[in-house]
C-alpha cells in the first residue's frame, strides 16, 4: 500500500526550500511545518540555517564562521559555540521536542577545534536545523554529503549528483536534505557560496523531477527594483529564468544566481514565497510565458566598473585587433562586462576591482600589442539594467528609457542592447545610479 501511494503521489512532488529568517525560531519552525503540512505535495524540504530574529541578531552561519576563526583559542570557541548551542536548544524546546543533541554538540566542537575546516564548521548550521525540522515533521532525514558531491577541483558535481539524488529520493517517500553542502570525493563536507541552500533546493527539484520548487522566504517575491532605492517597488508576478539570470547577475538578490541552472535544465518553476505571508501569489520564475503585458520586468544595478578606452585610425581595417586586446585581458585574469565599439574607437567595461593590481599593465601590454593612439582607463562607471521579455518587437522602449534619464539630468555613458532584445544596460556615473533608477522604474512602473 505504501509504494502504490509512492507511485501515485509521483507526479506532484513539489521540492520546498525554506530560508533562515524562515527557521530562525520555534514559531518559525511551526509556521514552516503547517505550510509544509498544508499540501500532500511538499515531499522533500531543504532548510538553512537559522537566521536572524531581529535585526542586531546574529546568523547562525555567521557565528560558525567565528567559531572556525577562533578555532586555536579554546576557551574562545567554547563561548562563541554556547552561542550556536543556544539557539538550537532554544528551537527544540520551544517545539517541545524529545531530542538531545549533545552528543552531536560535543561532536561538532571538537571536529571544529580538530582542523575540520571553514566549510564543514559551516555546514553544521543547515546539518543541526535539517535534523530538527526532520524530527519535528516526522520526515526521513538524507545528510547532503551522501547526496550532493563536488569534483576534485571544487566544482559542483551536477550529473553524478543528480543520478546519486534521484536513486536516493526513491527509498524516502518524504524527506528533509539540509541546504548549502554536500562533499568532496575523498569525503571531506565542502559548501556552496553564501546563500547556497538555493542551490540544494534546485538540485533535489530537478532530481526529484518535481512539479514545482517553492522557495519560502521573507519577502512576498522578487521586487521590480532595489527596495533601498525605491521606496515599495512592486512584486513582479512571473519572470523567466533568463530575465532573472539577468537581474540577479546585476545585484538583485533573493535567489541564488546559481540556482537557476538545475531547474532549467529541467523546466521546473519556481515559485518565490513569503512564510510570513503564505496567501501571497509570490513571484513565478517560469522557463517562457505568453504574457507580455508589462515591458520591463526588472530593474537592477551595480557600482564598481571601469571603462579601458582604446582608439586607433583603421582599427576597423586591422584583423585581428580586438582578439589581441581581449588575449590581454585573459592573459591577466580578468574577465569583461561589456565590450561596445565604433569604427576606429573600442571601449571595453570591467569590474574596477578584478584591474587593480595591473592596471599599467593592462595598458602596457596592449600598448605593445595594438600600438593605439589613445588609451586610457575612466572609473567610477556604475550599470543598471533595465529587463524585459516585453521588449522584444516593441516600440520606443529605448526611447522612453533615454528620455526618462534626459529628463533627471543623468549623463548616458554606455549603452549596449544585444539582438535578442530583453535587456538594455547603461553606464552612468557612480553618482548618478540612484537617480537614475528612480527614473526610470518612474517611467516604467505605470
Ligand atoms: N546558511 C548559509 C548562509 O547563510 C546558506 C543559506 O542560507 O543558504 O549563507
Known sequence: MASQNLASNQ????????????LADAEHFRMVADIVRGEDSRRYVIPSAPGKRFKEDDKVTDLLYKCYEVSADRAALKEVFSRVRERYELIIEGLGLDLDLSAEYAMIESSIAHHAGRDYAASRGEYLNGVILAKYLGYDFIDA???????????????????????????HERAVIPGFYGSMPNGTVKTFSRGGSDITGSIVARAADAVLYENWTDVSGFLMADPRIIDNPSVINVITYKELRELSYMGATVLHQDAI???????IPINIKNTNAPE????????TTDDLSSVVT??????????????????NAELGFGRRVLEVLERLGVSFEHFPSGIDTMSIIVNTNDIASCRQRIIDEICRVCEPEVINIEDGLALIAVVGR?????????AKLFKACADADINIRMIDQGSSEFNIIIGVDAKDFERAQKAIYAEFEK
Open 11 to 22: 507526479d506532484a512532488v513539489k521540492v520546498v526550500k525554506f530560508g533562515g529568517s524562515s
Open 145 to 171: 554529503v551522501s547526496v550532493i558531491r563536488f569534483s576534485d577541483n571544487g566544482s559542483f558535481d551536477s550529473e553524478l549528483t543528480n543520478t546519486i539524488m534521484a536513486e536516493t529520493l526513491k527509498r
Open 390 to 398: 516585453g521588449m522584444v518587437k516593441a516600440k520606443g522602449t529605448a
Open 280 to 287: 501571497c501569489p509570490g513571484t513565478m520564475i517560469v522557463p
Open 298 to 315: 526588472g530593474i537592477a544595478g551595480k557600482v564598481g566598473f571601469s571603462v579601458l578606452n582604446i582608439e586607433k585610425d583603421m582599427m
Open 261 to 267: 541552472f538545475p531547474v532549467r535544465f529541467a523546466g
